[in-house]
């Protein structure tokens, strides 16, 4: 199972951005799906995931109120996104499918939110 993910990039405090996280081969309803961000010298963190039934969402506190996280179970893609960015929300995000066919990353995106 590939991951792709894009959507990063370089924006502003208070800015938005939207991730992608597309996938071949297998379908969303398989996988628990999650975003996770790991900051320079910091641990990587869960940020948001939906169920593989798609009826549960959770978030972390720190990005609760200001993160949707969502899914195309068409198109086989997952969502976050990101408004009223944070300097603090500046880090390398992944996504995540975990299920019984294995546990899969992808290779990272880069969000960087600075003046």
């Known amino acids: 199972l590939q991951l792709v993910e894009s959507g990063g990039g370089l924006v502003q405090p208070g800015g938005s951005l939207r991730l992608s996280c597309a996938t071949s081969g297998s379908t969303l309803e398989e996988y628990a799906t999650g975003w996770h961000r790991q900051a320079p010298g910091k641990e990587r963190e869960a940020v948001a995931c939906i169920s593989s039934s798609g009826r549960s969402t959770n978030y972390a506190d720190s990005v609760r109120g200001r993160f949707t996280m969502s899914r195309d179970t068409a198109k086989n893609v997952v969502y976050l996104q990101m408004n009223n960015l944070r300097p603090e929300d500046t880090a390398v995000y992944y996504c995540?499918?975990?299920?019984?066919?294995?546990?899969?990353w992808g290779q990272g995106t880069q969000v960087t939110v600075s003046s």
């Open positions: 995540r499918f975990l299920g019984i066919g294995g546990d899969y």
